[in-house]
Structures are given as structure tokens and as C-alpha cells.
């Protein structure tokens, strides 16, 4: 087995396990207790990554209470909420294993899956990804929001990124090395791991509901992702620009042609309605395209900072702790 060394000789665990989680006092008991179970049962080295990405609750509490108990995990705790990306790039970034498997702490995505992955990267895959299908326990609205999310991103970005598919993944080191790389601040892991072009598989399964606690994605975080997706993996909607300048022109010719032939051939028009509604088309497409031209410019001003993309406060290995530098 090609295991990697650090620098005392002994090898990196053949495993990591990467769980960001965000007041999942609820839950992580039995994410530990699953997550161990599957683990275990596959006969490799092995280690747990756990980031606490500011939780307000006993998340923090538990993990080191978890960690005093089990040597393999390790405790990641960011000096503030960063959010979900942020904090699993933070993990990511500590991780040591030859393969990875990511995983949301809620359960929704089962680690039981996580054998018949590791068969698929045995055949020559580098990124096993879960293709989520029925979602049990989430409301009509929600589903139609991801089905419409995940399709309109598939539109819109320039890397091909597989329909109905989180984090919830199994990747190589040669992948994740890419990954960390990568300098952007407006993470989109998912279209990130895409864009290397390995092989990819998927593994079609059955969401359940949330094991405990509430979720931490809701429509506005849904929809602030998307934009993510989007802005960094495509400048299409730039181009929207040139076809609603086209569209404009195409009204606009329109209008003054009726108003000629109304002027030549019928009583003058009053003018008032037609006026008022070319008037807010204009400049709700000026908006549009301004709000767009924004959120570009936005990102590379943020990006132009060099500020790092999270800090961590500490970082605890079983029952050794450790201060760590961002």
C-alpha cells in the first residue's frame, strides 16, 4: 500500500474523514458512532477530521470530549463561523490521508456508503461522488428549489458538474492537492474538484431526513452557493448583457415604428403607458446587468485582499493540542 510519511517516518493514515459542523451538539455522537463503525470495518489506517466552524452551542465541548476518547480523531476549531465551504476547506487542508471522504455531520448522506465507494476508486476512479435521489423529510418547495439549483447551474458554468450531487464525496490526494491549489476565496467545491477532470463515478442513494437539529441550508445560503457555483465557473451571464442589448433594440425599433404609423395613420398616441413601460424595461435590465457586472467585481476585489480564506484557533490531535497558524 503507496502510503505517504511525514517527517518523523511514520505513514499518513491511508484514510481521512472530513466533517465540518456548524451547533451539531444533536448529532454528533451518533455521527461519530457510525462513522467509527464503517471505518473500522474496513481493515485501513484511519483518521476522523471534525472543524467546529464557530458553533454557539456544546459542539466544541463534545468534540474534545470525543477526541479524549478515540486517538483517531482530529479536532479543527476555526476562530469563527467562516461557513460550510470555508470550514471544509479548513479540513480539507488539515487532513493527511491518501483518500478522503467527505461528509456533511448531519446524516442525511450515509457513511454506509462509503465501502462501496472505496470499490470504485479501487477500479481506477479518483472522485466517487453520492447522487442524491429520493429526499426524505424536506418540503415540496425545497426539492423543486434544488432540482431548478442544480440544473440552472449545469446551464450556466463551463465545467460539466454532475446533477444532484453535494460535498458528499470520496477523493484521491492527487485531486485534493489540486484542490488546496486553488487560490480562489468564493469556494464552490464541488465545481473545483470537477474542473481537474479525473474520472469520476457516481453512487445513487436515498437522502434521508436530518438525523437531529436543524438545517444549516437554508434557500438564502442555497441560493448564495449557486451564485458561487456560477461566478466562478462561467462568465456567461456577462454575455447576458449583449441579448438584452438586443432585445432592447429589437423593442425599442418596435415602438418607434408604432408610434410613426400611429402619428401618420391614426390619432397621435397619448404615449403616457407605452412611455412609462419602455422606461422601466431599460432600466431594469441597466439593473440587472449592473447588479451581474457587481458581484464579478465584487469577488475580485475580495480576492485582491490576500486576506486567508479561514483562521484557525487550535487544532487537537486525540488528547494532544496544538495552536496552528491559518
Known sequence: MDLQQDLTGEPFPYLSV??????????????????????????????????????ADRT???MTDLAARDPCLVLVNLSRNHGHQLALSAGLSV???HRIFILDADLQDPPELLPEMMSHMDRGAHIVYGKRGYREGESLFK????????????????????????????????VLDLVLAMPERHR????MMSWTGFRQ??????????FAGQTKYPF?????????????????????????????????????????????????????????????FFGCVQMLMLGIFGEYLGRLYEQSKGRPLFVIDRIVRGDEQSDAAP
Request: hydrophobic residues 45%.
Open 188 to 191: 464552490f467545491l464541488r465545481g
Open 60 to 62: 466544541w465541548l463534545m
Open 95 to 97: 487532513c493527511q490521508g
Open 201 to 210: 463515478v457516481g453512487v445513487e442513494y436515498q437522502r434521508p431526513a436530518r
Open 220 to 280: 438564502t445560503s442555497l441560493l448564495r452557493l449557486a451564485l458561487d457555483g456560477v461566478t466562478a465557473f462561467s462568465v456567461k451571464p456577462l454575455t447576458l448583457g449583449i441579448w438584452f442589448g438586443a432585445a432592447s433594440g429589437v423593442i425599442a425599433v418596435s415602438l418607434f415604428v408604432y408610434s410613426i404609423v400611429s402619428w401618420l395613420f391614426f390619432d397621435s398616441p397619448q404615449g403616457w403607458a407605452s412611455l412609462m413601460a419602455a422606461v422601466a
Open 143 to 174: 426539492r423543486i428549489s434544488c432540482h431548478v439549483f442544480y440544473r440552472l447551474l449545469d446551464l450556466l458554468t463551463d465545467t460539466p458538474i454532475p446533477l444532484d450531487t453535494g460535498d458528499f464525496r470520496l477523493i484521491s490526494r492527487r
Open 18 to 55: 472530513v466533517v465540518p459542523c456548524y451547533n451539531e451538539q444533536e448529532v454528533l455522537e451518533e455521527l461519530h458512532r457510525r462513522v467509527t463503525d464503517v471505518c473500522t470495518s474496513l481493515g485501513v489506517t484511519y483518521e476522523v477530521v471534525l472543524v467546529n466552524d464557530g458553533s
